[in-house]
């Protein structure tokens, strides 16, 4: 179990994140969503053990991070940020592989872990490239596939935290790539991702958790954290939760706002939710 | 099954090129030295040259003897200094490249030169009496040792001031290490203005840099330095390939990644700092071996240190060699070769990148 309890995070006199907690089981998947500037990042650095909380303490498998020697807490588990600045030829195969650096057993079982890694996330065929001619939606892959190697198998519970792991890619490999991070829930790996898209947060996760001002203002299933009231809070637009008509999850549709419409909406805004509710 | 044995097939022929391209470098580096010690104002056939270090193993071999004086002690000491040197120049900046996750980083940049050649040319100076030129003992050791404390204090300083909290910055460092040029730049410029006329020939005689000066007891100074660095460097090959990934990742990977750019730092600042105390600036092998060496056999460092190792030998030997030989019985300095060679492939360097970035 990953668990914070009561984290704050202060730079200066400025809380970025205040007094959150959290806790990931393995085989869950939540995702933190929020506006920007609203602590996200930060309180995924400070579950990674990348910055320590500067009041309360995130918890491994009930050991504080600080007592996790770091070699230690590669092996339970893996971070894939936002963007990754890597300027040098490296192929993508090597790239995957540096995944295995924490393990370092078998040469043949790392070879193949990245192997399997690029498939699962549908890179295979870009091994053999040097990484510095890839696309950026390419690039986001592959990190994706180095991380999972990372964490690919292991004895004790391992944990995977993403930061906007779908920032630059297309529909298909949005959905791709929740896909694969839930299918490694399904393999009882712990999942946090902070994602911007609410709909993609409201299908793939099993909980979310709503961050404003560095504050948890609602957690739970999507149906009650991302009420239309919740996102008229946090987010400051109108919008409402529909039923996907074939899928069945749940799906949120922000109002679209047009300047010659402000006045009308500012009256009559919330009736326009419950209508297409009620349809 | 075949598509996935096949996938990485690249990778792992890479490695296999690797290998053969160490293997190659250190017959080259062979071939080089014995090239190096062959050629200049009193030539040596190769064989001659063989026949003179075999003799001096214990085979009983035929060779003339003030020859063998020549070789073995100016010949010898200069080669091996000028393969240690090359080699710790281009690890340095195979290093710091790595550190600054920047193709395009050089030792010098840190301010571990400049502040060298501060220290250099204040002991020439302030040392006021000691003739550099004459070579008495006291200045041959004053000094090279006051470059490398100058080295030293400047890489030192430039690390603690890119210090935020518990972090080093690279851009910070960066930075602080273009102030550092400049401000002993300004220094050097001073002590050059109130220097006298003697002092400022053996200034410029200095700052060209050079291996004519090698003997077998400024090759025993310079040893330990370069050997330690040399030999420490490849144990923070792994954690270098972590931290081009970014330093964030190379943490989450498990790397302690303060340890290594600190070790790194001080290494580099070991091999470099020794390297142009004793035989002044030599520019660009720290900058050019690196690069064509990824070209070669790609960034992965744990290939890469002990390439650059034996590549920057062989380029400084040969560059060397061109030295005694071009305007002979005269000798340029080391320092115009490299930087003749070196500038414009830098040049042609910044050229693809820029075409790159479009």
């Known amino acids: 179990m990953l668990e914070a309890q009561d984290i704050s995070v202060e730079r200066g006199r400025r809380a970025l994140v205040r007094d959150v907690s959290l806790v990931l089981e393995p085989g869950q ?55 990754s600045s890597l300027d040098f030829p490296f192929t993508v195969g090597e790239v995957v592989l540096m995944g295995r650096m924490p393990h370092g057993r078998s040469a043949r079982r790392d070879m193949e872990i990245a192997q399997a890694a690029l498939e699962l996330v549908g890179a295979a065929q870009l091994a053999d490239r040097l990484y510095t001619t890839l696309s950026g939606g390419e690039r986001q892959r592959v990190q994706l596939a180095r991380v999972l190697a ?3 198998e292991g004895d004790a519970p391992r944990y995977l935290l993403l930061d906007e792991p779908t920032a630059s890619l297309d529909l298909a490999h949005q959905q791709a790539t929740m896909r694969t991070a839930r299918r490694f829930a399904r393999r009882g790996v712990g999942v946090v991702a902070v994602l911007h898209d609410l709909n993609l947060a409201a299908q793939y996760a099993d909980r979310i958790v709503v961050l404003s001002d560095g504050r948890v203002v609602a957690a739970g299933p999507a149906r009650d954290a991302l009420t239309p009231d919740i996102i008229r809070a946090v987010f400051g637009i109108e919008a409402c939760m529909i039923t996907h008509p074939r899928f069945r999850s749940p799906l949120i549709a922000p109002r679209a706002w047009y300047d010659d419409e402000l006045a009308n909406v500012s009256t009559g805004g919330r009736s326009t939710c419950s209508t297409a509710h009620d349809h | 099954m075949m598509a996935e044995a096949s996938a990485m097939h690249a990778t792992e022929r890479l490695a296999r090129a690797r290998r053969n391209a160490i293997i190659l470098l250190a017959a080259l580096f062979v071939a080089v030295a014995l090239l190096s010690l062959s ?59 790595g550190i600054f996750r920047n193709p395009l980083a050089d030792p010098g940049l840190v301010g571990v030169s400049s502040g060298a050649a501060l220290g250099a040319v204040a002991a020439i100076v302030v040392g006021g009496e000691m003739n550099f030129a004459a070579r008495p003992t006291s200045a041959l050791f004053f000094i090279p040792c006051a470059a490398f404390a100058g080295g030293l204090i400047t890489t030192a300083f430039v690390l603690r001031f890119a210090r935020a909290g518990a972090r080093t910055d690279a851009a910070t460092m960066l930075l602080a290490g273009i102030a550092i040029n400049a401000l002993s730049g300004s220094a050097i410029g001073f002590l050059t203005y109130i220097a006298t006329d003697v002092q400022l020939r053996d200034i410029a005689f200095w700052s060209l840099g050079g291996l004519s000066g090698a003997t077998w007891t400024t090759l025993l100074a310079v040893a330990p330095f370069v050997l330690t660095a040399l030999l420490l460097l490849p144990r923070v090959a792994g954690g270098l390939n972590a931290l081009l990934l970014g330093e964030a990742e190379a943490g989450h990977l498990g790397i302690d990644v303060e340890s290594v750019k600190r070790r790194a730092v001080i290494l580099v600042a070991l091999s470099v700092g020794a390297s142009v105390a004793f035989t002044g600036a030599i520019g660009f092998i720290g900058l050019v071996t690196p690069h064509l060496l990824r070209l070669i056999i790609g960034p992965d460092h744990r290939w890469l240190l002990p390439g650059a190792a034996l590549l920057g030998a062989c380029l400084l030997l040969a560059a060397d060699a061109a030295a005694r030989t071009l305007v ?29 970035a479009v």
């Open chain 1, 29 to 83: 998947s939540v995702a933190i969503v929020g506006p920007n500037g609203a602590g996200k990042t930060t309180l995924l650095r400070a579950l990674s053990g990348e910055i320590a909380p500067t009041a309360g303490k995130v918890l491994l498998h009930g050991r504080e991070l600080a007592r996790w020697s770091k070699e230690e807490l590669a092996r339970a588990r893996a971070v894939l940020p936002q963007s």
């Open chain 1, 150 to 152: 990372q964490i690919w």
């Open chain 2, 39 to 97: 050629v200049g104002p009193a030539a040596f056939a190769p064989h001659e040259a063989l026949a003179v270090l075999a003799r001096r193993l214990g085979f009983d071999l035929a060779v003339d003897e003030r020859r063998e004086a020549v070789l073995l002690a100016i010949r010898l000491p200069r080669v091996l200094l000028g393969a240690m040197v090359g080699a710790g120049l281009a690890v340095a900046g195979a290093v710091m490249q």
């Open chain 2, 328 to 356: 002979a019985p005269a000798e340029l300095p080391v320092g115009v070769v490299t930087a003749l060679i070196g500038a414009p492939f830098f040049l042609w360097l910044l050229a693809r990148n820029r075409r790159r």
